[in-house]
């Protein structure tokens, strides 16, 4: 009797990719606008360069095949450090849409973590 497999995905690291997409365009945006009070500040800098490491750690996830088992779960720390750190940063700059991003990128961590299978099973 053969088994039908489920396929692997990596939907929660995608997830955080999508997320960290956005916040960094609206880190971006927070960098360039003048009107904010953050212009141009090293906060913005911060979260913006944060926000592109996060998206660089979420891809790497996603595409676990190219990781070794203690590779991925070194990645999977960094990527949590780098959301959680971004989103306190969003929230000392009273940078909401961004706290908003982190989040749903946390629950892609969270979904990545828990939900989604592994390639070595």
Known sequence: MSEISEPRTAGGAWLVVAAAGV???VAFVNLVNSGNGIAWSFGA???LGSSLLVALGGALLALHL???KGLRGL???LVLLG????GVAAYFLTAWILLVAMGVALVGWLIHVAADPSPLD
């Open 23 to 25: 916040a960094a365009v």
């Open 45 to 47: 800098w911060l979260v």
């Open 66 to 68: 190219v990781l070794s």
């Open 75 to 77: 990645m999977a720390v």
């Open 83 to 86: 959301i959680v750190g971004t």
